[in-house]
């Protein structure tokens, strides 16, 4: 169906609802093989691709399919050990539930725009980032952070509420909510950049640097070096017309904290080199 879908989009043309009616109730069902899940999902991500426009006037793309794609999020694999030990490079192309609602909400987010997909997952946002359970968290950080791109424009205009709540991620007490907190801000900083980085350099790379040499998973000091790297390759955008051109440059920011950033970076290679950690 997905490759007939491809060829063929227009074949659901009077009947896209309940397409997206049946593919909801199929990735909604846990007791069914994740491939079964992820391959319902991938007929509607390629008729998104092809006619965006035919999931974007049905109710049922916002209230079925969308807020199912964010309670697959919620799905993630609990178990700490083998979660440390694999890399976001193994991960990718992974039929979990957890991985597959990554890849789709970051397709389908682009492919039908702010104005679909943001007012679903805003209210999914605000319904699990203060939940008790880690994935329900985790799965607010992270659908933050997938939306970024597509709702650059609402971003920019309510920047603070969105760094704030990007920067609690960091500060959470689980492990895996706090790499989510990363995975969002390095998203958050490449849209938002380089006001954001301007505007929040003095919290920012503080609180980097502390989880570069702190955290006791180098897969979480990685990722902090991920957000990072986010952070100085944003401070090289031009500049937008408006923007106070007596503003901190960028080389100036990041002179701030070249030593420290430095001295952490030897050390945190050191102990990528000496556990064989491929990332670092």
């Given at each position: 169906m997905n490759e007939l879908t491809n060829v063929h989009p227009e074949i659901w043309k009077n009947s896209t609802n309940q397409l997206?009616?049946?593919?909801?109730?199929?990735?909604?069902?846990?007791?069914f093989e994740d491939g079964t899940r992820s391959a319902a999902i991938e007929v509607v991500l390629a008729l998104a691709s092809q006619i965006p426009a035919s999931l974007r006037k049905i109710d049922e793309t916002k209230t079925m399919f969308l807020p199912a794609l964010a309670n697959m999020l919620t799905e993630a694999d609990a178990d700490m050990e083998a979660w440390a030990e694999t890399t976001e490079e193994k991960?990718?192309?992974?039929?979990?539930?957890?991985?597959?609602?990554?890849?789709?909400?970051?397709?389908?987010a682009i492919e039908l725009g702010e104005k679909t997909v943001l007012p679903v997952f805003s209210m999914f946002i605000q319904q699990t980032v203060k939940?008790?359970?880690?994935?329900?968290?985790q799965a607010a950080y992270m659908t933050m952070g997938l939306i970024a791109e597509c709702s650059?424009?609402?971003?920019?205009?309510?920047?603070?509420?969105?760094?704030?709540?990007?920067?609690?991620?960091?500060?959470d007490e689980h492990p895996r909510v706090r790499y989510a907190g990363l995975s969002c801000l390095a998203l958050l900083l490449t849209e938002l950049a380089p006001k954001a980085q301007k505007k929040y350099h003095a919290e920012l790379m503080p609180v980097l640097m502390k989880m570069m040499a702190t955290e006791t998973l180098?897969?979480?000091?990685?990722?902090?070096?991920?957000a990072t790297i986010n952070f100085a390759s944003g401070l090289t955008t031009d500049d937008d017309e408006d923007e106070d051109q007596?503003?901190?440059?960028?080389?100036?920011?990041?002179?701030?904290?070249?030593?420290?950033?430095?001295?952490?970076?030897?050390?945190?290679?050191?102990?990528?080199?000496?556990q064989n950690y491929e990332p670092l």
């Open positions: 997206v009616n049946v593919v909801s109730q199929i990735m909604s069902q846990k007791t991960e990718t192309g992974s039929t979990d539930p957890y991985h597959t609602a990554v890849s789709a909400i970051d397709r389908i939940s008790t359970e880690w994935q329900q968290r650059k424009e609402s971003l920019m205009k309510n920047m603070d509420e969105a760094m704030k709540l990007a920067c609690a991620g960091l500060l180098v897969k979480i000091q990685a990722h902090a070096v991920s007596t503003s901190t440059s960028g080389s100036k920011i990041m002179s701030i904290y070249a030593h420290t950033l430095f001295e952490t970076l030897v050390v945190l290679l050191k102990k990528g080199i000496d």
